[in-house]
């Protein structure tokens, strides 16, 4: 019975049925149920979109629908997969190995630790066609080269011959797709596909999918910890909490009318363009969880008139340039555009920060000799100003030189021209122990928390460290105190100084970085996509720590991100960098009510949009596609 093969599922059956799935790790220190009795049904050319978390179980979902578990992982008896008819759970692993790739394929989250540094890319998508299909290899390289094309990869002629660190992250994941669209499955599985990607490669990849699924009239299941993509992409949804499915209907409704206080948490938390807060709600404003494990309870909390006020009354002001300056850069002062706590800097005042024809150029070597032929301009000549106590955005696709600007300003890259002075000191002269006491005051916060900590130091260590090469402290014990009182102020406490990075979430760690990075009492901090890898709900809460932080401080902020919505909600100024250059400079508000360059709208436009009038024309759009389909 468990080798039937059904090639089309029945007019009154899904494609995927998933019912009371338990899958639980048996590990020394007890059970951990990643996934609690969940049930859930994809129906035939549909999407299925799971939403929660970090920890929420819904990757685990997926694992257990391919049967990819780790050694720890087990599926309860009592589960029931079922796919075409066939009990996945029960199929003999010979059986299964054949739907996989097949039948069912996944994307991953991460593409790069997906392929094989040492194959091209062709060499890997002709291995998965050849496994699963009696061709030769002729046929197969034919057949990947259509795929690459079908997935929007430029020149795939001869990207076909590139390896993954010749790539982009867009095209490691068109490769991805690729691969999993290799056997034509009736089931696709997005295990977070588009949360590395900056949003234009994310929309484009949401493009791709949502046709390839219409064309080829297969099923989704699209897991991701951000309800705006859901917005772009899925039918229905299911939100997931502590392995549990907590809510669960059409887009529309989950949007419009949310009921559990976990999803309306996440709708609410969330940046937008639009966004009336100055102080984001997170998942605390709308829940309570009391108890652990089985016995957890979760306690609705409502938003109330006062602390909604707060929310969107309280928060830090926008700090803008001298009006003089906003006139002279096309941004004129009009009292109409601005909100009432938005401010401009004092006449006559100096600039924290100046930056003049800031380059750097990456040398291109080729030849046995690795003579220099050619140039990366990563940073092609950028000025701007920054004043004390503003953030500045930097926005831009990946590439496009925000990184390395921040980078240089620190001197941490070593410019090739320019100018960069900080409050009158040009750093470029700063010798060695100069340049060691000035970076007291200029600090920078990693995109990765856990990359930038050293795994074998305690998080004292970690903190303390910076205080001791800058002298900070009359002894151990003052250094200490000054760590937990650090803590304390971005939400720990003193019991973590005891304990190594891996054993925080990732939320955690960047707050144990900021506290680091604050150890040595700065003045002005780069904070690189700091917020880039974390849940939508972690998110906010890091957002609403940079923004107290400032205003308790005085801090100035260079904020660099590829999520537009995201600078908007944090920067006074904005500059939009593409290819080394900055393309638009000014207020953030104003750039986004008027952008005057293509490329800036088109970061607009790439932003998932989930309204409710967006999600009910998409809706609307598919059921008219399907419907023409079927016909």
Same mark, same amino acid.
């Given at each position: 019975m468990?080798?039937?093969?059904?090639t089309?599922?029945?007019?009154d059956?899904?494609?995927?049925?998933?019912?009371n799935?338990?899958t639980?790790?048996?590990?020394?220190?007890?059970?951990v149920?990643?996934?609690?009795?969940?049930?859930?049904?994809?129906?035939?050319g549909?999407?299925?979109?799971?939403?929660?978390?970090?920890?929420?179980?819904?990757?685990?979902?997926?694992?257990?629908?391919?049967?990819?578990?780790?050694?720890?992982?087990?599926?309860?008896?009592?589960?029931?997969?079922?796919?075409?008819?066939?009990?996945?759970?029960?199929?003999?692993e010979?059986?299964?190995?054949?739907?996989?790739?097949?039948?069912?394929?996944?994307?991953?989250?991460e593409?790069?630790?997906?392929?094989?540094?040492?194959?091209?890319?062709?060499?890997?998508?002709?291995?998965?066609?050849?496994?699963?299909?009696?061709?030769?290899?002729?046929?197969?390289?034919t057949?990947?080269?259509?795929?690459?094309?079908?997935?929007g990869?430029?020149?795939?002629?001869?990207?076909?011959?590139?390896?993954p660190?010749q790539?982009?992250?867009?095209?490691?994941q068109?490769?991805?797709?690729?691969?999993a669209?290799?056997?034509?499955?009736k089931?696709?599985i997005?295990?977070?596909?588009?949360?590395a990607?900056?949003?234009?490669?994310?929309a484009?990849?949401?493009?791709?999918?949502?046709?390839?699924?219409?064309?080829?009239?297969?099923?989704?299941?699209?897991?991701?910890?951000?309800?705006?993509?859901?917005a772009?992409?899925?039918?229905?949804?299911?939100?997931?909490?502590?392995?549990?499915?907590?809510e669960?209907?059409?887009?529309?409704?989950?949007?419009?009318?949310?009921?559990?206080?976990?999803?309306?948490?996440?709708?609410?938390?969330?940046?937008?363009?639009?966004?009336p807060?100055?102080?984001?709600?997170?998942?605390?404003?709308f829940?309570?969880?009391?108890?652990?494990?089985?016995?957890?309870?979760?306690?609705?909390?409502?938003?109330?008139?006062?602390?909604?006020?707060?929310?969107?009354?309280?928060?830090r002001?926008?700090?803008?340039?001298?009006?003089?300056?906003?006139?002279?850069?096309?941004?004129?002062?009009?009292e109409?555009?601005?909100?009432?706590?938005t401010?401009?800097?004092?006449?006559?005042?100096?600039?924290?920060?100046?930056?003049?024809?800031l380059?750097?150029?990456?040398?291109?070597?080729?030849?046995?000799?690795?003579?220099?032929?050619?140039h990366?301009?990563?940073?092609?000549?950028?000025?701007?100003?920054i004043?004390?106590?503003?953030?500045?955005?930097?926005v831009?696709?990946?590439?496009?030189?925000?990184?390395?600007a921040?980078?240089?300003?620190?001197?941490?890259?070593e410019?090739?021209?320019?100018?960069?002075?900080?409050?009158?000191?040009?750093?470029?002269?700063?010798?060695?122990?100069?340049?060691?006491?000035?970076?007291? $005051?200029? #600090? /920078?916060?990693?995109?990765? =928390?856990?990359g930038?900590?050293?795994? @074998?130091?305690?998080? *004292?260590?970690?903190?303390?460290?910076?205080?001791?090469?800058?002298?900070?402290?009359?002894?151990?014990?003052d250094?200490?105190?000054?760590?937990?009182?650090?803590?304390?102020?971005?939400?720990?406490?003193?019991?973590?100084?005891?304990?190594?990075?891996?054993?925080?979430?990732g939320?955690?760690?960047?707050r144990?970085?900021?506290?680091?990075?604050l150890?040595v009492?700065?003045?002005?901090?780069?904070?690189?996509e700091s917020?880039?890898?974390?849940?939508?709900?972690?998110?906010?809460?890091?957002?609403?720590l940079?923004?107290r932080?400032?205003?308790?401080?005085?801090?100035?902020?260079?904020?660099i991100s590829?999520?537009l919505?995201?600078?908007?909600f944090?920067?006074?100024m904005?500059?939009?960098?593409r $290819?080394? #250059? /900055?393309?638009?400079?000014? =207020?953030s508000?104003?750039?986004?009510? @008027?952008?005057k360059? *293509?490329?800036?709208?088109?970061?607009?436009?790439?932003?998932?949009?989930?309204?409710?009038?967006?999600?009910?024309?998409?809706?609307?759009?598919?059921?008219?596609?399907?419907s023409?389909?079927?016909?």
């Open positions: 468990t080798t039937a093969t059904a089309k599922p029945a007019a059956q899904p494609l995927l049925e998933v019912d799935l338990a639980y790790f048996y590990t020394e220190s007890g059970i149920r990643a996934v609690d009795h969940v049930s859930l049904r994809l129906e035939e549909k999407t299925l979109g799971i939403v929660g978390e970090s920890g929420s179980g819904k990757s685990v979902t997926s694992y257990s629908i391919m049967r990819l578990l780790a050694g720890a992982g087990q599926i309860e008896p009592h589960s029931r997969i079922s796919f075409l008819g066939r009990d996945l759970v029960k199929l003999p010979p059986e299964m190995r054949k739907i996989r790739g097949k039948e069912i394929s996944m994307i991953f989250q593409p790069m630790t997906s392929l094989n540094p040492v194959f091209t890319v062709g060499a890997q998508v002709m291995e998965a066609i050849r496994l699963h299909q009696d061709v030769s290899k002729q046929e197969a390289r057949r990947t080269i259509e795929l690459f094309r079908e997935v990869m430029p020149d795939p002629e001869k990207r076909v011959d590139s390896y660190h790539m982009s992250g867009g095209q490691k068109r490769v991805m797709i690729a691969m669209l290799s056997c034509n499955p089931l696709l997005a295990d977070e596909p588009t949360t990607l900056d949003v234009t490669i994310q484009q990849i949401l493009d791709i999918l949502r046709r390839l699924r219409d064309e080829r009239g297969m099923s989704v299941l699209f897991i991701t910890h951000d309800l705006g993509v859901i772009e992409i899925a039918d229905d949804v299911a939100v997931m909490l502590q392995g549990k499915i907590v669960y209907g059409k887009v529309i409704d989950i949007f419009s009318n949310p009921k559990h206080p976990y999803t309306k948490g996440l709708l609410a938390c969330k940046p937008r363009l639009d966004t807060y100055k102080i984001l709600p997170t998942v605390a404003d829940m309570e969880i009391r108890g652990e494990g089985p016995d957890a309870v979760v306690i609705e909390k409502q938003l109330s008139p006062d602390r909604l006020q707060h929310l969107t009354t309280q928060g002001g926008r700090l803008l340039h001298p009006r003089s300056v906003l006139q002279a850069i096309g941004h004129p002062w009009e109409s555009q601005h909100a009432p706590d401010k401009a800097v004092t006449e006559g005042q100096q600039p924290l920060l100046s930056v003049k024809g380059k750097v150029h990456f040398p291109v070597r080729k030849g046995l000799l690795l003579r220099v032929v050619d990366v301009k990563a940073v092609d000549g950028i000025s701007f100003d004043y004390r106590g503003q953030t500045l955005g930097l831009g696709e990946s590439g496009c030189g925000k990184t390395t921040g980078r240089a300003i620190l001197r941490l890259i410019p090739d021209a320019g100018q960069v002075t900080y409050d009158g000191v040009d750093l470029k002269s700063l010798g060695g122990s100069e340049l060691r006491k000035m970076r007291r $005051k200029m #600090q /920078i916060i990693f995109q990765d =928390p856990y930038s900590m050293n795994p @074998r130091l305690t998080i *004292e260590a970690a903190i303390t460290e910076p205080m001791i090469i800058q002298q900070i402290g009359s002894g151990s014990k250094r200490r105190d000054r760590a937990v009182a650090l803590l304390e102020e971005v939400g720990m406490k003193a019991e973590h100084l005891g304990r190594y990075p891996h054993e925080f979430s939320g955690q760690r960047q144990i970085c900021i506290a680091r990075c150890a009492e700065p003045e002005f901090i780069v904070c690189d917020v880039s890898a974390l849940d939508v709900s972690v998110q906010a809460q890091v957002l609403n940079l923004k932080l400032q205003d308790k401080r005085g801090l100035t902020y260079i904020f590829h999520d919505s995201v600078v908007k944090m920067a006074d904005m500059a939009v960098m $290819k080394g #250059q /900055i393309l638009e400079f000014g =207020p508000e104003n750039i986004y009510a @008027r952008p360059e *293509e490329y800036t709208k088109d970061l607009i436009r790439a932003t998932p949009n989930d309204s409710l009038d967006n999600i009910r024309q998409r809706q609307a759009s598919r059921e008219a596609g399907l023409k389909r079927v016909k």
